[in-house]
Each structure stands twice: as C-alpha cells, then as structure tokens.
C-alpha cells in the first residue's frame, strides 16, 4: 500500500498488540488501554511532519479508539476482544480516510501547496550557487538569444529530474537503420538503453528494412521499442534525406498522439554518458564537432543561392549536426517538412545541398533559433581527437569504414 | 479528556478560518509564536478563496495538469527578415566574471549576454501587451510621477505597456504623457493601517487582478516596486515563464545569511543549509498564467502562516523566496534589474537599469 497508509496503520496495529499483551501481563487499568492510544497518537503526529496528511485525521480515528476502550471497560468485562475491537475499528477508519484526505482539492488549497517535486527539491542538498562564481569561463553557455547551451559543469541534473518527472512527459527516438546499417542497432540500442534518460519513459522507433536482422534486447521497463519497416533507396544520400519526410508523416499520423517530444539520432552512435532531461526542450540542436571553432563564413552552409538550403554569407550562429536534434513533436513537425519541402524544391531544380538535410536543418536552425542547444559533448564524430573543453563524450560516431557501409 | 477537547477545538478552528469568517487572535494558538510586530491587527480576514481564471485562458496554460497533452509556453524565435550581428562563438563566453546559468539552466540575464537587436526582431512581430503592476499607496503615490516617466523612456520601448497603479488615492495619481500603444488605470483598492498588511495583501490583490481585468489586455505581466526608476533599458530579455530578481544587498554571500524566515513554523521557512539565490520581492513577473499560479501559492503560505499567528521576517518577500526556491524561475535578472542606490557598484554590475529612490521610510510609512 502507499506508504503514507503505512504510517497510519503501524501505531494502530502497535497499540493493538501492545493493548492485547498488556491484558496478559497484568489486570487490566484504564491505563493499559489509554497508553497503547495515546503512543499511537504520538507516532501519528509525528508521521505527519514526513507527509502533509493534517495531524487531525490521524489523531480522530485515535481518540475514538481510545474514547470506545475507556466507555467499554465501565460497561462490560475487559477481554483481549475489548481492547482490539476499537484498535482495529481506528485502524479501519484511518486507512479507509485517507483517500479522502490526501486527494488534492480544487478548490480552496486546504494547506500549503505541496506537491512532488517542490517535496524532493526541499530534501535536497547541492552547493548553492554563486552569483560571482561561474562554473565554466571556457565556453559559452548561452546564445544571444539567451537559450541556454548544455556542457558539464552547468547543471544539476537531480534538480532537473526533480522538476521533470511530475510532469510526465514521453519522449520519442526516430533512427533509421536502412541496408548495412543494421549492424549498429545493438550498439545504439544496448548503450542507450543504459544512458539515454535514464530512469524516464522513452519510445524508441526503429525504421528498417530488414525487420528480421534486428536483435532481441531486453530494454529498461520504461523504454519501448517499436520496429517500422521502411524503404531503402539506392542512393545513401536519399536515404538520408527521406528521413525527414518519414519523420513528418509519422509525427502526423501517429507520433502527435503518443510522445510529447521527438529526437532523431544517427543509428551508427554508442553512448558512454548519461544524456539526461537536460536535452528536453521546445527546439533543440546539437553543435557540431568538427565546426565549433570556426568562424561562420567557414562553416559548410549551403552557399549556392539556387538552393532553397542557402545560407549568404555574414549570416550563421554555429553549425548543427543533423545526427541529433530534436524539440516538442510539433515543432520537430513544422521542422522536418519546411527541410523536405526544401529537398523536394531542390531536386526539382536539379540540385542537392552540400551536407544533404543537414544543410536545410541549418537553414532551418538559423532562422528558427533553437531555445535550446547541445554542445559537441553530445555529438562527438570519432575521427576527431578530444580537446580539454570537451570534459565528457556522451555520444560517439562508431567508428566505420563509409564506403563499405554506405554501398 | 482534554486531550480530545483539544483535538476537538483544533479542528474546528481549521475549519472555520478556512472560511474566512474569523481572526486568528480570538482562539487558543497551539503554535504561539510572537508576531514579527505585535501590535499588528490584521484589519479583516484575507480571503482564502480567490477567483479562478477564466476557462479559455485555462486552455492555453501548462497548469492544468488534467490535459491530456501540456502546452508548450517557451516559444521559438522565428526571424522574419534578415538580421547582421556578431556570431555566438562556442569557445568566447561574454562574461567570465558571473554566473549565466543556474544549476537548473535558467539564464540569468546580465549586460553582455543577450543581443538586444536580435530579441527585439523575434518579438516584435509578435504584438504582445506587456502589464506592469505598481503599488501607491498612502504616501507611495509621490513616486508614480517618475517611475511612469522613466519608463515611458525605458521600459520595453517600442511595445504596447499597460500600467496598471493600484492606489487608495486616484486622485493625486499625476496624469503623465504615454507614448503611443501605451496605457495607464487606476486600480483602486483599500488603504490598511500597518505598511506590513498593505506589503502582504499584494499578493491577493496582483492575483485578484488578473483573474478580472488584465488577462483579457496582457501576455505578460510584471510587478514592480513604485518608490523606484529605470536609469537603463529594460527590454524583452527579461521576458520568461516565470521571472525573478536577485537582491542586490545578497548576490555574493553564502547561504546560510540570506534573510529567509528561519522560524520552522512559518510556512515560508527555508533552513540554513538550502536556498539558491535571495530573491528580491520588488520585481518579479513572467506569463500571466504563471504569476496568476505564483501569486496563488504565495497567498496560500501567507494564509497559512496567519492561520498560525505567523509573519515572516521580511512579509511576502519571504513568501516570495519561499515559492522560487521550492518552484524555480525560468529566468534570473540580475541586479542591474533591481538595484539598491545607497550601495556602491561593484565591477559586476555594468550597467544599473531599475533602482530605488531615496527616501525617509520612517516619513512615508507613517
């Protein structure tokens, strides 16, 4: 049962036994039924300052017992029967009170607002932070748009959960494992399984050609796997491509119901750190590995202006890696079909932007600010050594020969 | 006996205050704790049933939990027309000397971190209404004329701003020029006796407010001191879900010697060793929802304490405290948006864009 049930009905069965042995022990007083009572009440009062049950709707049950065994040993005999009858009529009266008590009111608020995550974040204990202390001076934690931008150091991921889990949200994971591909699913599936949001609902999407080469895994109990079975195109590229269009159409037939965020990741990744609900925001991409240094005129936009991708140069705030991004499901929509409807305009005109959607997410990105961003800790590419500033590798590009996997 | 006739009045006495209908002087109080000022009546009951919001406004709002699927109030910033500005470097933080972020990833806004120019043309287009409540009363009214003038010049330019001044005097409230989309009324509600009712029924009276006029005429609303100025822009980076200030007299010094109400009994207590930032109560604000659900739940906890012959040490600025650190805010100014005049200014502290007035309280509290 709940465990605020618990602490009601343990006095209540304590005063029972100790009111029962005390009839063995010696000749029964008033007293011996009054003090089972009255300890009772004391370890219901103070059970009442772990749980915000009113001390008054523990105490009533109580007193009654303890009234109904004092009357009952002036009217007839005291027998063992007489001191556990009202005992067990409290305990009665408690456990089946309590719903009532404890169902939070719409109307007038009865007490303090309290309610699951102000009660963990008030036991918590983490170090205060100081306004003239920064965590971090080394990277920039913000964008002028002021989203903020996720590197260790800079948050408390038991605040975040804190503040997460009352709201129950579900968060959806599209990857694709199209042709060889397949190979990578147990490596992504095993280690996000142990490190993707860790301890909180996730529905994992699987889109495949080859339903029958995907592995048996045990999952987490809050994680879910769905296999959709899906085309393969002859060009890896288009592979790529279609994604966001199959994203678009799922959202609106099925995911708008099911998750109340989406992220879609690269298949052919292995985590090997916690990536927790700090990545849960309304539009959220990742900055990439290999241009997080480089002035934005260096950055691999799309520059060629008959691309509906095309960035003109002087404009960009950093760019994204397409391999993780993600947001709340409907703008994860408005997403992936303003990018397809850029990569359909584009092959009617004969054109393919230079990093294929990557390059119309980017466009997307700079005109759609992101209220969140994810720092290369999230994306890591493999071929790149690992420089100080990136203090944790929490998503990693397996290693891979891509002319072979790509063919 | 006496135990369950002791039992027995303190329900009743539950009861009845919950109605209203009685002051906590006239029972026996099994918390006697001596109020912060004894001599203090509290001049009738504060109610403790206050007006909900209309539905539609229930609709939009992520508090009602009964949804099925939550809205989500943090908007994406859509540039509409093509924008020159200095890119965001990973590797170039713009401030090396403060806090940015909170360990719960709220910005905390300070000069150098945000780029106005580009805020401006997410927001804009948007068309919001942006609300500022203000308190004059008794003697307060003196500081309308120059907080509307200072922030007719500076607060949210170029945005439609509805300042809504609650006073026991409209008479002596001075009409000043607003430039054009902007507005002022008189909201005119009862002047209490001891400064500390007046400070505490805020809460009520901001709550009451928004259920029956502002929130058919803002999106945002904020709630300022009035015995204060805008020396510097205050724009839309200060817009958020929920917002906070940090006290400037408090900014830099462990948390064990934040003013919070340390008495356990108090529904505003904060114990030593917990406590992230000592808010200021003097300005505070974010989406109409949310300050309508925030200026609830500080009623709640003053009524509570009042139902225990309570008041917390610096009255609802307590209560304040209370509620951001067990409900943290999605956006922190810092001091530059509430800054004291009487301290020096440190480096930290570029610019200062809201401070107080000087002033004799002993005089205008009266």
């Known amino acids: 049962m709940d465990i605020k049930k618990v602490h009601i009905v343990i006095p209540i069965v304590m005063a029972g036994i100790i009111g029962y042995l005390g009839t063995k022990i010696m000749d029964i007083k008033k007293v011996h039924i009054v003090i089972p009572i009255v300890m009772a009440g004391i370890i219901g009062y103070f059970g009442t300052e772990i749980m915000d049950i009113k001390k008054v709707h523990i105490l009533i049950p109580i007193v009654m017992a303890g009234i109904i065994g004092y009357l009952g040993t002036k009217i007839m005999d005291i027998k063992e029967v007489h001191i556990l009858i009202p005992i067990v009529m409290a305990g009665i009266i408690g456990y089946l009170g309590i719903p009532h008590i404890s169902r939070p009111s719409s109307q007038p608020v009865r007490q303090v607002d309290l309610d699951e995550t102000s009660l963990v974040i008030s036991r918590m204990s983490y170090p205060q932070p100081f306004v003239d202390k920064p965590q971090r001076?080394?990277?920039?934690?913000?964008?002028?748009?002021?989203?903020?931008?996720?590197?260790?150091?800079?948050?408390?991921?038991?605040?975040?959960?804190?503040?997460?889990?009352?709201?129950?949200?579900?968060?959806?994971?599209?990857?694709?494992?199209?042709?060889?591909?397949?190979?990578?699913?147990?490596?992504?599936?095993?280690s996000a399984n142990k490190f993707f949001l860790s301890g909180h609902r996730v529905n994992f999407y699987l889109f495949t050609d080859h339903p029958e080469k995907v592995p048996s895994m045990k999952l987490?109990?809050?994680?879910?796997?769905?296999?959709?079975?899906?085309?393969?195109?002859?060009?890896?590229?288009?592979?790529?491509?279609?994604?966001?269009?199959?994203?678009?159409?799922?959202?609106?037939?099925?995911?708008?119901?099911?998750?109340?965020?989406?992220?879609?990741?690269?298949?052919?990744?292995?985590?090997?750190?916690?990536?927790g609900v700090e990545i849960i925001d309304t539009l959220?991409?990742?900055?990439?590995?290999?241009?997080?240094?480089?002035?934005?005129?260096?950055?691999?936009?799309?520059?060629?202006?008959?691309?509906?991708?095309?960035?003109?140069?002087?404009?960009?705030?950093?760019?994204?890696?397409?391999?993780?991004?993600?947001?709340?499901?409907?703008?994860?929509?408005?997403?992936?079909?303003?990018?397809?409807?850029?990569?359909?305009?584009?092959?009617?005109?004969?054109?393919?932007?230079?990093?294929?959607?990557?390059?119309h997410l980017n466009k997307y990105l700079l005109y759609h600010k992101p209220t969140r961003l994810l720092s290369p800790e999230y994306y890591w590419d493999e071929e790149l050594p690992r420089p100080q500033i990136i203090r944790v590798k929490r998503l990693s590009s397996v290693r891979k020969d891509l002319e072979e996997v790509r063919s | 006996?006496?135990?369950?006739?002791?039992?027995?009045?303190?329900?009743?006495?539950?009861?009845?205050?919950?109605?209203?209908?009685?002051?906590?002087?006239?029972?026996?109080?099994?918390?006697?704790?001596?109020?912060?000022?004894?001599?203090?009546?509290?001049?009738?009951?504060?109610?403790?049933?206050?007006?909900?919001?209309?539905?539609?406004?229930?609709?939009?709002?992520?508090?009602?939990?009964?949804?099925?699927?939550?809205?989500?109030?943090?908007w994406v910033f859509v540039l509409l027309c093509r924008l020159s500005y200095p890119q965001p470097r990973s590797l170039d933080q713009k401030r090396l000397d403060v806090l940015t972020l909170t360990p719960w990833l709220a910005p905390i806004v300070w000069e150098g971190t945000f780029n106005s120019e580009l805020l401006d043309s997410a927001y804009k287009p948007l068309n919001l209404t942006i609300g500022v409540t203000a308190f004059a009363i008794g003697k307060y009214t003196m500081f309308v004329g120059?907080?509307?003038?200072?922030?007719?010049?500076?607060?949210?330019?170029?945005?439609?701003?509805?300042?809504y001044i609650f006073t026991n005097d409209p008479q002596v409230i001075p009409r000043v020029q607003l430039q054009p989309g902007r507005s002022l009324s008189i909201v005119p509600i009862k002047k209490y006796s001891h400064w500390q009712e007046i400070s505490m029924r805020r809460m009520e009276a901001i709550n009451r407010h928004i259920a029956e006029v502002s929130h058919r005429e803002v999106n945002y609303l904020f709630c300022l001191d009035i015995d204060m100025v805008f020396h510097n822009p205050w724009g839309v980076e200060t817009l958020g879900e929920m917002v906070a200030a940090i006290h400037p007299g408090y900014y830099n010094v462990p948390r064990s010697q934040f003013p919070?109400?340390?008495?356990?009994?108090?529904?505003?207590?904060?114990?030593?060793?917990?406590?992230?930032?000592?808010?200021?109560?003097?300005?505070?604000?974010?989406?109409?929802?949310?300050?309508?659900?925030?200026?609830?739940?500080?009623?709640?906890?003053?009524?509570?304490?009042?139902?225990?012959?309570?008041?917390?040490?610096?009255?609802?600025?307590?209560?304040?405290?209370?509620?951001?650190?067990?409900?943290?805010?999605?956006?922190?100014?810092?001091?530059?948006?509430?800054?004291?005049?009487?301290?020096?200014?440190?480096?930290?502290?570029?610019?200062?864009?809201?401070?107080?007035?000087?002033?004799d309280y002993k005089e205008i509290r009266d």
């Open chain 1, 220 to 275: 987490a109990p809050e994680k879910s796997l769905f296999i959709i079975p899906v085309q393969n195109y002859s060009r890896w590229q288009d592979i790529s491509m279609n994604r966001m269009d199959i994203i678009s159409n799922r959202i609106r037939t099925h995911w708008h119901y099911e998750v109340d965020y989406l992220y879609s990741m690269d298949i052919d990744v292995q985590m090997f750190e916690h990536i």
């Open chain 1, 137 to 190: 001076t080394d990277v920039l934690l913000m964008s002028p748009w002021l989203a903020p931008i996720m590197w260790e150091g800079t948050f408390n991921r038991d605040i975040l959960n804190a503040q997460y889990r009352q709201k129950k949200f579900v968060v959806g994971v599209a990857t694709f494992a199209v042709k060889k591909y397949v190979r990578f699913i147990e490596g992504f599936l095993g």
């Open chain 1, 284 to 359: 959220v991409g990742t900055i990439s590995s290999w241009q997080y240094t480089k002035p934005r005129d260096s950055n691999s936009y799309e520059r060629r202006p008959e691309s509906r991708a095309a960035i003109p140069s002087g404009e960009g705030d950093f760019y994204y890696a397409a391999s993780f991004y993600g947001g709340s499901v409907s703008e994860v929509y408005k997403l992936t079909t303003a990018c397809f409807k850029g990569v359909t305009e584009d092959r009617a005109n004969g054109i393919e932007a230079k990093w294929h959607e990557e390059s």
């Open chain 2, 1 to 74: 006996m006496e135990i369950c006739l002791f039992f027995l009045l303190h329900f009743r006495r539950h009861d009845l205050l919950e109605s209203g209908e009685i002051c906590s002087h006239t029972l026996p109080n099994p918390h006697s704790h001596i109020c912060l000022d004894d001599s203090l009546e509290w001049a009738s009951p504060l109610p403790s049933i206050l007006p909900s919001l209309p539905r539609n406004l229930l609709h939009e709002t992520t508090i009602c939990r009964r949804e099925a699927r939550p809205a989500f109030p943090r």
């Open chain 2, 260 to 359: 919070y109400e340390r008495r356990s009994s108090s529904a505003a207590f904060i114990p030593d060793s917990q406590g992230d930032f000592y808010y200021a109560g003097a300005v505070f604000g974010g989406l109409l929802k949310q300050v309508y659900e925030f200026t609830r739940a500080c009623h709640m906890t003053i009524l509570a304490d009042k139902a225990n012959g309570i008041m917390a040490a610096w009255q609802e600025e307590s209560h304040l405290n209370k509620r951001f650190f067990s409900h943290k805010p999605s956006k922190l100014l810092s001091p530059e948006y509430v800054w004291d005049d009487t301290k020096p200014k440190p480096p930290e502290v570029r610019l200062i864009r809201f401070s107080t007035v000087n002033k």
């Open chain 2, 146 to 163: 120059r907080f509307v003038e200072s922030a007719e010049k500076l607060f949210m330019k170029g945005y439609r701003v509805n300042y």
